[in-house]
């Protein structure tokens, strides 16, 4: 059973629509779905997998990562009236949650590389559990950048590691010398754990809830030690003051692409 089918199970439970069974039998109808207002839409190819598991078929007349106008038609659906019912929220609640994040992303995206072309906008592991990879794909498609999926692909040492661990030259080492094709990302807060971390040649260095200015002059002292290392920017970064860390940093990550992002409103209408 994949995603979709456990998400239409949840839906339907062991009865099934009720309503629409006991309202209808075999008749079909036509309906599209209608974008409430402008954004960047998301999520219409596992809509489409969607009425084609109801029984339905979907057409989507525009792209996922396109920009789409209020009233704007975004998908075309005809087969039996129950199947397009049967899939209808589902179908919603992935477009309108995914477009939320994609929006979001891109007008990130843009305000920061205006300052700095290169820089990277990362989701982080902040997401809802069972939704993860359709949330990072809306990321994807608003520009961004996924980070680590989870944590098996990289590794992040963080504050609780290096506390288990003793300090963070311990932690590191012990990484080293266990872990050898996989990206070493450290997250520090304050300057002598970062200045240790980038002698001892780590890939990433994230600067964990650091002021504009302090992460701005550390990330040139870790460049001078090592300027391959790339710098991530985390912790406390908003929409309102991310462009302030665009400019020097090498990636910038921001959970609430996922955890907090506002859906985007579409309609489902039987045309």
């Given at each position: 059973m994949n995603d979709i089918d456990r998400y239409l199970q949840e839906d339907m439970g062991v009865e099934g629509d009720i309503t629409s069974d006991a309202l209808f039998g075999d008749e079909t109808a036509e309906a599209v779905i209608v974008a409430k207002e402008d954004c960047i839409v998301a999520g219409l190819e596992e809509a489409k997998i969607v009425f084609s598991k109801t029984g339905a078929n979907a057409e989507n007349m525009v792209k996922d990562g396109d920009f789409v106008n209020e009233k704007d038609i975004v998908c075309k659906i005809i087969g039996p009236a129950k199947s397009i019912l049967k899939g209808e929220r589902l179908a919603l609640n992935i477009i309108c949650r995914m477009s939320g994040i994609a929006t979001e992303t891109k007008a990130i995206v843009n305000k920061c590389r205006k300052i700095n072309p290169k820089v990277a906008i990362a989701a982080t592991r902040k997401t809802t559990p069972g939704f993860r990879k359709y949330e990072k794909k809306a990321v994807e498609l608003g520009g961004g950048e996924t980070h680590r999926f989870g944590l098996y692909d990289a590794v992040m040492i963080k504050d609780n590691h290096i506390k288990i661990a003793g300090s963070i030259e311990d932690a590191i080492k012990k990484v080293k010398q266990k872990v050898h094709d996989k990206t070493i990302e450290v997250e520090v807060e304050n300057e002598?754990?970062?200045?240790?971390?980038?002698?001892?040649?780590?890939?990433?260095?994230?600067?964990?809830?650091?002021?504009?200015?302090?992460?701005?002059?550390?990330?040139?002292?870790?460049?001078?030690?090592?300027?391959?290392?790339?710098?991530?920017?985390?912790?406390?970064?908003?929409?309102?003051?991310?462009?302030?860390?665009?400019?020097?940093?090498?990636?910038?990550?921001?959970?609430?692409?996922?955890?907090?992002?506002?859906?985007?409103?579409?309609?489902?209408?039987?045309?």
């Open positions: 002598e754990d970062a200045l240790l971390a980038a002698n001892l040649n780590v890939d990433v260095i994230m600067l964990d809830n650091f002021a504009p200015e302090k992460a701005n002059m550390l990330a040139k002292k870790i460049k001078e030690v090592n300027p391959k290392i790339l710098i991530e920017i985390s912790g406390g970064i908003t929409p309102d003051n991310i462009i302030k860390y665009a400019n020097f940093a090498d990636r910038i990550s921001l959970g609430c692409l996922t955890h907090s992002v506002k859906s985007k409103d579409f309609s489902l209408e039987i045309t």
